[in-house]
């Protein structure tokens, strides 16, 4: 089985302050990992995502994830913190490759970001 | 990216009637679309698997004679949620993958169900 621990339900920084969201996952076999946004009344947003090769994944709106086996991580960070950024977001893990598999989410972590 | 669309993305109705909710794929092919519920400021729970042509998986304890999934199309499912009752209000999620992909999902906009 597989899940996702998110530290932190409520994180709030300073904006231009550094973002650390994170993520631990439990997987018996590889796992490919996502982060997620929801804005309110939203569909979820694909930040980024693990799958092979490169650990350090690049996302969209200045994002990035380091995956680390060793330590089961899968922490979203963001150098500068913009008001736009606050939301909702979900890590996410899953098993399989080459077909649409079930995602598990963690339980999320709102980010506020203040003046 | 690949886009998925729900519709209604708001709907009221009265206890004891029934609501579709549909998800689409615009530009690919989806054998298989997952439907969530997400209940307020909480994570996402996976309440079904919706395979084209064949029945659904529920989860455990999901009630597949309240929540009836269809997938008649590769580009279509929906979601019908039978004899509404005040708890079922909730906001209603789908995703998709594409076939050949690397398991990433897209997701629709949601559907808030309220059930009066």
């Known amino acids: 089985a597989q899940s996702v621990t998110q530290l932190g339900s409520h994180v709030s920084v300073s904006e231009g302050a550094l973002v650390l969201l994170r993520c631990n996952y439990s997987?018996?076999?590889?796992?490919?990992l996502f982060w997620y946004v929801q804005y309110p009344n939203q569909g979820l947003q694909l930040l980024l995502k693990y799958t092979t090769g490169a650990t350090l994944v690049k996302g969209i709106n200045g994002f990035e994830a380091e995956f680390k086996k060793s330590e089961t991580s899968f922490h979203l960070t963001k150098p500068s913190a913009h008001m736009s950024d606050a939301a909702e977001y979900f890590c996410a893990v899953s098993k399989k490759t080459g077909t649409a598999s079930k995602l598990t989410f963690g339980t999320g972590t709102r980010l506020q970001v203040t003046l | 990216g690949a886009v998925v669309s729900q519709h209604p993305s708001r709907v009221i109705c009265k206890s004891g009637t029934s609501v579709k909710i549909e998800c689409r794929s615009l530009d690919f092919q989806a054998t298989t679309m997952f439907w969530y519920r997400q209940f307020p400021k909480q994570s996402l729970m996976l309440m079904a698997t919706s395979n084209e042509g064949s029945k659904a998986t529920y989860e455990q304890g999901v009630e597949k004679d309240k929540f009836l999934i269809n997938h008649a199309s590769l580009t279509l499912s929906t979601l019908t949620v039978t004899s509404a009752h005040p708890e079922d209000s909730s906001f209603y999620i789908c995703?998709?993958?594409?076939?050949?992909?690397?398991?990433?999902?897209?997701f629709g906009e949601g559907s808030r169900l309220t059930v009066l």
């Open positions: 995703s998709a993958g594409a076939a050949g992909g690397t398991g990433e999902l897209f």
């Open positions: 997987s018996s076999v590889p796992p490919y």
